[in-house]
């Protein structure tokens, strides 16, 4: 149980373009889904906390704008990465936390490797 | 705020040697700890975490932690590596109480393990 999918795992895509990433949880009902960043060798950085049915909360310095979150039921979230540039490029990891979990635990995805040529 | 150091970013190991990878925590308030495991190119999957109790917390595959409050830490270690186990490592703390969702991830640990 408590399986998070990622789609696509990989995308390549040219500098200008949008694209968009999404987030399952599989076997779970996920109030809360998270959108890490993590660069080469270093650790995941969180982007935004995504609630269902309201509007996302980002982390200081996170472009809202750019990075548009939807989460618009309790099993799927996406990323959409607007007007991608090279310096986007990044390992995108989203995780799920499961309805009525007392520990809030966190079950994450696979990962999304975006590449921006 | 909370934070993480894990101190060694890389640490190479002969198969069948023990290992440990270190984890020291800052936080003004209790904390619940995890340490996770990245394959390469796959997301993070939880190899074990600390709640509550005993401060000895194991995971399936031969791995254990020690929650040590006084010292703030939770270093991970294994009697007796092998080649699978290599990976990067992560440690992560989130408060304990108030309903936070936060983790708080270290910089990682590269666990290479050679023949």
């Known amino acids: 149980g408590a399986v998070v999918s990622q789609h696509p795992s990989r995308v390549i895509c040219k500098s200008g373009t949008s694209v968009k990433i999404e987030c399952r949880s599989l076997?779970?009902?996920?109030?809360?889904m998270f959108w890490y960043r993590q660069f080469p060798k270093q650790s995941l950085m969180l982007m935004a906390t995504s609630n269902e049915g309201s509007k996302a909360t980002y982390e200081q310095g996170v472009e809202k704008d750019k990075f548009l979150i939807n989460h618009a039921s309790l099993t799927l979230s996406t990323l959409t990465v607007t007007s991608a540039h090279p310096e986007d490029s990044s390992f995108y990891i989203c995780?799920?936390?499961?309805?009525?979990?007392?520990?809030?635990?966190?079950?994450f995805g696979p990962g999304t490797r975006l590449t921006v040529l | 705020a909370q934070s993480v150091t894990q101190l060694d970013s890389q640490v190479p190991v002969f198969e069948e040697a023990p290992v440990e990878l270190r984890c020291n925590y800052s936080s003004s308030v209790s904390v619940y700890l995890f340490w996770y495991v990245q394959y390469p190119n796959q997301g993070l999957q939880l190899l074990l975490k600390?709640?509550?109790?005993?401060?000895l917390v194991e995971s399936i595959n031969g791995f254990e932690a020690e929650f040590n409050k006084s010292q703030t830490s939770f270093h991970l270690r294994k009697p007796s590596v092998h080649i699978s186990d290599t990976a990067e490592y992560f440690c992560?703390?989130?408060?304990?109480?108030?309903?936070?969702?936060?983790?708080?991830f270290g910089t990682g640990t590269q666990l290479k393990v050679e023949l």
């Open positions: 995780s799920a936390r499961a309805v009525r979990t007392v520990l809030n635990e966190q079950f």
């Open positions: 600390y709640l509550s109790g005993s401060t």
């Open positions: 992560a703390v989130r408060e304990s109480t108030g309903g936070g969702n936060k983790l708080t």
């Open positions: 076997d779970f009902q996920a109030t809360t």
